[in-house]
């Protein structure tokens, strides 16, 4: 076999999987047939039954039984929470090296979601942001990556049989675009019709405003959604709240956003509310005018307080939206949904590392 390094199976595409196993003399129908086991069925653990030709037998069990190179993601469930009204389900997952990550399902509207993360901490140190606020700590590989999925699917039919997960959100912890090949990598296997079967058009891919991964996002051919966290209507006010603004000011980001919209696609903007910093009407009408010309649809959403910030939820969404529609632009004020489960991406990690009197009640 001419893997080297120890990876895990769900790093490697079909093609590649094709590839190792032409040398053991096994058809592209074997090969698909073991796909297809890695990912329509619901639960990966079939795989060990057997039923596969011998030689293909023989590289799943050592798959199975964690022998060298390849092994399976199967992340551990350190801890789970779910909200009240039980729609929400947010799982803190351990990683083969130990460190954690967040997976969120979400219910609501007859709609399955899985929100999952793409790094252990983030790089971008938003200053509202559990996350941002532990730092960056390593990327995921793909196979960390579609392991949420495979999770959240198996949960989601836990409680409810026979449903799909169809939406999937990357807006748990790190910024995908910062990990850029992995999350590509990860999403081919995710959209195969014959994998898990996502549709691209139903994934959101969400950044702070990581410039050359638009721009590269632009370039891809699968529909996946782009929501870009703004936050600030002027530089300044941006900067205060995003450092990363120092690296990619507005202008240029707005700049990259103009030309992601050649490709004919809407951008989703994500706007935290965060009391007297940027909820004013004012900022509002600034933020008309940095749209202009863009197929946008704004996303307000209340801060979820933490522990490492000081500022407080707005209470003016409504009259910022108003701004926004008047202007013509679709605007959505998001529901403080699973806010009892810490529901920032980052806050449960920090809740568990640090004990809950690290962060505030929401
Ligand atoms: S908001 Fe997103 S990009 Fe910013 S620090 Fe948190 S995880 Fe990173």
Redesign the pocket.
Known sequence: MSIVAPRSIHDLGLAEIGRELAGAGISVFHVKALWRALYREPVVPRLAEGGFLPPLQRWVDQVVGEGKPLFRDEPEVVEELRSSDGLTRKFLLRLRDGQTIETVLMRYDGRNTACISTQVG?????V?????QMGFRRHLRPGEIISQVLLARRALLEVQPGQKLRNLVL?G???PLHNFEAVMAALETITDPAGIGIGPSKISI???GVVPGILRLAEEPRPYRLAV?LHGSTQQERHAL?P?AGKWPLAELMDACRHYCTTGRRIFFEWTLVAGKNDSVEVAGRLVGLLHGIDAHVNLIPLNPTAGFDGTASRAGHAFQQVLRAAGFPCTLRQRRGIDVAAG??QLQTVVEKGPGQQRGH
């Open positions: 983030c790089a971008m140190g938003c509202f942001c559990a996350t941002g807006m912890m790190g910024e969400s950044t702070v966290s995003v990363v991406c980052g």
